[in-house]
């Protein structure tokens, strides 16, 4: 059940998130990836359009919180630092609570860009592993199929030595062939981070998103998922440092929310990471003033979870979207 | 609890402002955002926060994916920076 207090943070103004892709590229090519990587970086006039939203919206915001994703952020590290510099400075002068987050592979996170990060209040870092070097340098591979996971290790073991807090979720990606290799990972990062109270664990079961050209991976079915959890974490209670998306409760997608949009490199406004490709999730475009044109017809779709405050729906609000036949008539009945 | 709203009553303008055309969630959203609760910028309760909803540290009664913890009863807004 959806508390009402989740609902108050879902649906207050006084919060705002904008999850911004400053490229769709990426220096990965993981084998189960869902994305093309069509759209490259973000231009100038886009992230002008970004700070001036920015800068409109902090009259009566208690928070701001800007988070980045993909492609790879940090393959447009300028953009990032630039709006990231931008976000925190505004927030500072106008009295509002900020946290920036990325969603990074963190090859390019280098222990000066993290650093520098940390410096305007980017904090916040959801990181993935595939596994020991094995597995992951399988799957979470360059472009060139280079591996990356002694790259990732020697930053993150690097990471330790910042004395300022932060925090780093560290997604453990399982499915059916790499139980084994996570359980070895796990114990490394057993011995040497998850004593640092600012590294987490999250595990998330994976299966392939890219169709017929990635390694197979086999989906565990959720009883296989609960106890290979127990074999690699040797608990039963999944707590807060040591998470899994099993045991996520009372949680509302940021795409349910309508205090959260998506600013994708093209300047298109959408509310999925995850639906790139899907034209459901192309609900508005970004001005070069920063004035957004909101499709509202397109956009309340989105929101559908509250007609009976469904926790499904909420949770993943593309799962019961209308088909997009079915939006266009909407959209034109609203128009 | 409310039950729920038509999502046909939520307009967002064009600087991401919304509004919610629903006299009872207007009132469930005023009882519980002001002053009770506001947020709290906690670097241990930050700390905390991952994806999921928890969140450690007895004060805070709930916690969202942008890592935000809020505290009851909490004004002081050096704890919002």
């Known amino acids: 059940m959806i508390s009402e207090q989740s609902l108050a943070e879902a649906l207050s103004n006084k919060t705002f998130q904008l999850i911004v892709l400053p490229t769709e590229k990426c220096n990965f090519r993981c084998t189960y990836c869902y994305e093309d990587f069509s759209i490259g970086r973000m231009t100038d006039r886009t992230v002008g359009g970004i700070k ?25 590290k300028d953009v990032v630092l630039n ?36 410096d305007i209040r980017h904090k916040d870092f959801q990181i993935t592993l595939d596994g020991d070097a094995d597995w992951h340098d399988r799957t ?3 472009a060139n199929s280079q591996g990356t996971f002694e790259t990732l290790w020697k930053h993150l073991i690097a990471y330790r030595t910042e004395t300022r807090p932060f925090s780093i979720t560290l997604r453990l990606h399982v499915h059916r062939d790499n ?14 981070l998850l004593h640092d109270s600012r590294f987490k664990a999250f595990f998330h079961k994976i299966s392939n998103l890219s169709g017929d050209k990635g390694i197979p991976q086999h989906e565990l079915n959720a009883v296989e998922y609960s106890s290979a959890l127990r074999y690699i974490s040797g608990t039963d209670d999944l707590n807060h440092e040591v ?6 409760k009372d949680y509302i997608c940021y795409a349910a929310r309508p205090n959260s949009l998506l600013v994708r490199a093209d300047g298109r ?22 004035s957004l044109e909101i499709n509202n017809a397109r956009i309340r779709p989105w929101f559908e979870g509250y007609r009976n405050m469904s926790e499904a729906t909420l949770g993943c609000p593309l799962t019961d979207l209308p088909k997009a036949t079915n939006l266009v008539q909407l959209a034109e009945t609203f128009a | 609890m409310k039950n729920g709203f038509d999502p046909a009553l939520i307009a967002m303008d064009s600087y991401a402002h919304f509004t919610i055309n629903d006299s009872t969630m207007h009132d469930l959203l005023s009882t ?13 309760c930050n700390g905390g926060c991952t994806n999921t909803t928890d969140c450690s540290g007895t004060q805070n009664v709930g916690c969202t994916n942008t890592y935000i913890c809020f505290a009851p009863g909490s004004s002081d807004p050096e704890l919002n920076k």
């Open chain 1, 269 to 290: 406004i959408g509310k999925c990471t995850v639906a790139l490709n899907d034209s459901r999730n192309d609900v508005g475009i970004l001005h070069d003033d920063g």
């Open chain 1, 243 to 248: 998470s899994a998306d099993i045991t996520l």
């Open chain 1, 179 to 192: 139980v084994e290799s996570v359980k070895r990972l796990y114990e490394r990062l057993t011995a040497d």
């Open chain 1, 140 to 142: 979470r591979r360059l």
């Open chain 1, 52 to 76: 001036s939203l920015i800068g409109r919206r902090m009259p009566g915001l208690s928070h701001f919180g800007l988070t980045w994703f993909g492609g790879e952020p940090l393959v447009a």
């Open chain 1, 83 to 118: 709006i990231g510099r931008f976000a925190h400075e505004e927030c500072l002068r106008s009295e509002v609570s900020f946290s920036g987050s990325l969603t990074t592979n963190a090859y390019l996170l280098t222990p000066r860009v993290f650093s520098q990060l940390l």
């Open chain 2, 32 to 44: 519980l955002q002001h002053p009770q609760i506001v947020p709290k910028g906690n670097p241990t």
